[in-house]
């Protein structure tokens, strides 16, 4: 998911988490994209029709107002879009007033499941499951005897590959030398070694758009021979973020590597933000290529000198347009997340209308990316995060050059 549609996609749902219905009946269904439509609607029919004996007047009403509504939205589909989609439709308390709405959402990634929900607040919880970090994470465990080949997807762990060894124990038998000895086991290691990292790259390769780093664990000198002596394909190798002792070289050694890496993933998601406020206080430190604060960053990026826009995500701000009704002079104004402003035109002296209002990240980031910029939001759950937000208004830029 791009950073922006993962934004938008968050907002929609932070919006729809706030509204409540009076009864239990807030409509959310689930339908996944191999769904047949005309089974979806024999299902809501059936529901319409039991739906008539709900005790509760109101309920009952908004109920079958929402049923209608979505079996009204159903017919415009052949078959669920791409992705699937989820439909809401119910009466919400908006500001004390009751409003129906019905919307229908077509989520960044597969609807996992079919299922009809009705209930006083919308069931959101498999779509904000989306929107969980998803980070990769190649694993290898190894000793001379055995090796297995994981990824980490989020908080699971799956086994992917597994390499046996034909490493002869440390001690010879009788009859051979031991420089000989000695010299086959360490072609044998070495050959072990190479199978690993042929299955290594058989089972992460793939990935290495996705892999934020590979991770591996064994005893030592094991690892450490295997990572130092290159085994592994060069974009894997160029990949790993650290060696960690391990006892277990079976699917069980691959928890305790994720176990013993705890602090490294963590540093490392937060590490990518370190970088980028690194990056633009150094140029603020020297007074070189860098602003902040919302009218010199957007003034910037109309000249076309903003090379990074960094975008605290806990910004709440909203870029209104007002137009004025006599001579359609236009102008724009920042305010707080719904908040409210006059505004008259200084030609005539009326008051303007207010015409368009837009969250300011994404009409920055819209803004930015017409520009080529690149757009980087930040949490404020890294030091550096939270400095964007609170030092430096949550709005900063590193820029390709300063205009004069
Ligand atoms: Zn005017």
């Given at each position: 998911?791009?950073?922006?549609?993962?934004?938008?996609?968050?907002?929609?749902?932070?919006?729809?988490?706030?509204?409540?219905?009076?009864?239990?009946?807030?409509?959310?269904?689930?339908?996944?994209?191999?769904?047949?439509?005309?089974?979806?609607?024999?299902?809501?029919?059936?529901?319409?029709?039991?739906?008539?004996?709900?005790?509760?007047?109101?309920?009952?009403?908004?109920?079958?107002?929402?049923?209608?509504?979505?079996?009204?939205?159903?017919?415009?589909?052949?078959?669920?879009?791409?992705?699937?989609?989820?439909?809401?439709?119910?009466?919400?308390?908006?500001?004390?007033?009751?409003?129906?709405?019905?919307?229908?959402?077509?989520?960044?990634?597969?609807v996992?499941?079919?299922k009809?929900?009705?209930?006083?607040?919308?069931y959101?919880e498999?779509?904000?499951?989306?929107?969980?970090?998803?980070d990769?994470?190649g694993?290898?465990?190894?000793?001379?005897?055995?090796?297995?080949?994981?990824?980490?997807?989020?908080?699971?762990?799956?086994?992917?590959?597994?390499?046996?060894?034909?490493?002869?124990?440390?001690?010879?038998?009788?009859?051979?030398?031991?420089?000989?000895?000695?010299?086959?086991?360490?072609?044998?290691?070495?050959?072990?070694?190479?199978?690993?990292?042929?299955?290594?790259?058989?089972?992460?390769?793939?990935?290495?758009?996705?892999?934020?780093?590979?991770?591996?664990?064994?005893?030592?000198?094991?690892k450490?021979?295997?990572?130092?002596?290159?085994?592994?394909h060069?974009?894997?190798?160029?990949?790993?973020?650290?060696?960690?002792?391990?006892?277990?070289?079976?699917e069980?050694?691959?928890?305790?590597?994720?176990e013993?890496?705890?602090?490294?993933?963590?540093e490392?998601?937060?590490?990518?933000?370190?970088?980028?406020?690194?990056?633009?206080?150094?140029?603020?430190?020297?007074?070189?290529?860098?602003?902040?604060?919302?009218?010199?960053?957007r003034?910037?990026?109309?000249l076309?000198?903003?090379?990074?826009?960094?975008?605290?995500?806990?910004?709440?701000?909203?870029?209104?347009?007002?137009?004025?009704?006599?001579?359609?002079?236009?102008?724009?104004?920042?305010?707080?997340?719904?908040?409210?402003?006059?505004?008259?035109?200084?030609?005539?002296?009326?008051?303007?209308?207010?015409v368009?209002?837009?969250?300011?990240i994404?009409?920055?980031?819209?803004?930015?990316?017409?520009?080529?910029?690149?757009?980087?939001?930040?949490?404020?759950?890294?030091?550096?995060?939270?400095?964007?937000?609170?030092?430096?208004?949550?709005?900063?830029?590193?820029?390709?050059?300063?205009?004069?």
């Amino acid at each position: 998911m791009s950073s922006k549609l993962h934004y938008e996609f968050k907002r929609k749902l932070e919006e729809l988490e706030k509204y409540k219905g009076r009864g239990t009946e807030l409509i959310t269904l689930y339908i996944p994209p191999d769904k047949n439509i005309a089974d979806v609607s024999a299902q809501l029919r059936s529901e319409l029709s039991q739906a008539s004996n709900i005790k509760s007047k109101q309920t009952r009403t908004n109920v079958m107002a929402g049923l209608e509504a979505i079996l009204q939205r159903l017919k415009m589909y052949k078959k669920p879009p791409e992705h699937g989609m989820v439909i809401i439709s119910g009466v919400i308390d908006l500001n004390g007033k009751q409003k129906h709405i019905t919307e229908i959402i077509e989520p960044p990634e597969p609807v996992p499941l079919y299922k009809y929900h009705c209930d006083s607040s919308f069931y959101l919880e498999p779509l904000k499951e989306m929107l969980k970090e998803k980070d990769f994470y190649g694993l290898i465990v190894i000793d001379r005897r055995e090796a297995t080949i994981g990824i980490l997807k989020g908080k699971r762990i799956e086994a992917l590959s597994r390499a046996t060894s034909m490493v002869p124990g440390k001690h010879r038998q009788g009859g051979q030398s031991s420089v000989r000895f000695e010299r086959l086991r360490e072609i044998a290691i070495h050959e072990f070694y190479k199978k690993v990292g042929e299955k290594a790259t058989e089972a992460l390769l793939p990935y290495k758009d996705q892999l934020l780093g590979i991770l591996i664990g064994g005893p030592s000198p094991t690892k450490e021979e295997f990572y130092e002596g290159n085994y592994l394909h060069h974009e894997l190798q160029k990949k790993v973020v650290g060696l960690f002792d391990v006892s277990y070289t079976d699917e069980s050694g691959l928890y305790e590597l994720v176990e013993k890496a705890e602090d490294v993933l963590q540093e490392l998601d937060l590490m990518k933000e370190k970088r980028l406020m690194n990056r633009f206080l150094k140029e603020i430190a020297k007074d070189g290529l860098a602003a902040y604060g919302e009218e010199e960053v957007r003034r910037y990026i109309t000249l076309g000198a903003v090379d990074t826009l960094l975008l605290s995500e806990d910004l709440r701000l909203e870029r209104v347009k007002y137009r004025c009704p006599k001579c359609g002079k236009e102008v724009e104004k920042t305010l707080r997340f719904k908040g409210d402003s006059q505004q008259f035109c200084d030609e005539c002296g009326v008051e303007m209308e207010e015409v368009e209002r837009k969250d300011i990240i994404l009409e920055l980031s819209e803004l930015a990316e017409s520009t080529g910029a690149k757009v980087e939001f930040l949490s404020t759950e890294s030091e550096e995060g939270a400095m964007l937000y609170n030092a430096f208004g949550g709005i900063a830029a590193i820029l390709r050059f300063k205009p004069e």
